[in-house]
């Protein structure tokens, strides 16, 4: 699905993914972790295509092809998603507007046709039901006054109706309390499969309580210094990063 070789890559000349590679299989959820600023974010939106960023060296390939020459919108469109740290709030524009031109932009790249109407309102339904989304925050601008949970929950619903091929959780679980967690994470378990796969970013193991993951791995100063299973997680929580930070060196 997803194999990464020898990303390098700066910003504003300050180098920060340093040869990183990493593979995730079909249908493979991989976390990864790190400590603070080892490039977890960068990586996500790297990924994703976000601008400002130099890419120096190295290949992304998306079931083979090398995405790093494809705008954003065409990453989406081969089913590329990523989750905010911080999702954007955008006043004026209807949280169920907003959805379905998400939507109908991405079927459009993708040469299908627009969805009708009901069949659009069937959809949101259904996920919104799964996430425990009401109704009425669908009608309000996007984001504008959410609770974090509630705002964490809404990237979920845009992921569940995309139906990603390649989802990047980006610390989904920062500000969660524990019932907004256990929401986000059975939706994102509701959307395991094997055809899919998930790239978790989490600061904490607290998370991958949740989502268990297939592999773990462990990001410092720019690359992945180290890959395990699932128990990989209880050793760092364990243990910390110290350990990680001079084998980057
Ligand atoms: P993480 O998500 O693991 O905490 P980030 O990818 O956010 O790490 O950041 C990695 C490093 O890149 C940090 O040292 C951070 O300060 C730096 N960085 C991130 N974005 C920018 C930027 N726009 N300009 C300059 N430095 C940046
Ligand atoms: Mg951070
Ligand atoms: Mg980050």
């Given amino acids: 699905m997803l194999e990464i070789n020898n990303l390098v890559v700066d910003i504003e000349d300050k180098r920060i993914l340093n040869g990183l590679s990493l593979t995730v299989n079909d249908g493979e959820v991989a976390a990864i972790m790190g400590p603070n600023g080892s490039g977890k974010s960068t990586l996500s939106y790297v990924i994703a295509g976000k601008e400002d960023y130099t890419v120096l060296d190295g290949e992304i390939l998306l079931n083979g092809e090398n995405i790093l020459e ?3 919108s065409e990453r989406a469109a ?3 998603f990523l989750a905010f740290q911080y ?4 006043p004026g524009v209807a949280t169920m507007t907003f959805l379905k031109s998400v939507l109908n932009a991405q079927r459009k790249a993708r040469d299908e046709d627009e969805l009708t109407t009901p069949d659009f309102m069937r959809r949101v339904k259904k996920a919104a ?10 009608k309000r601008a996007l984001n504008v006054g959410f609770s974090g949970g509630e705002k964490k929950r809404m990237e979920i619903l845009q992921m569940a109706l995309l139906e990603p091929s390649f989802c990047i959780l980006d610390e989904t679980d920062s500000g969660l309390d524990i019932d907004a967690l256990r929401i986000v994470a059975e939706g994102v378990n509701a959307l395991r499969a094997k055809d899919r796969s998930f790239l978790v970013i989490t600061h904490y193991q607290r998370l991958l309580n949740y989502i268990v993951p297939d592999t773990v791995h462990v990001m410092s100063k720019g690359k992945v210094v180290r890959s395990g299973g699932k128990e990989l997680a209880l050793e760092l929580e364990a243990n910390g990063y110290a350990d990680y930070r001079e084998l980057a060196a």
Avoid at 129 to 138: A, P, R, V, W
């Fill in 129 to 138: 039901e799964t996430l425990e989304i009401d109704q009425e925050m669908l």
């Fill in 87 to 90: 999702p954007l709030e955008i």
């Fill in 70 to 72: 494809l705008e954003p």
């Fill in 78 to 80: 081969k089913g590329v």
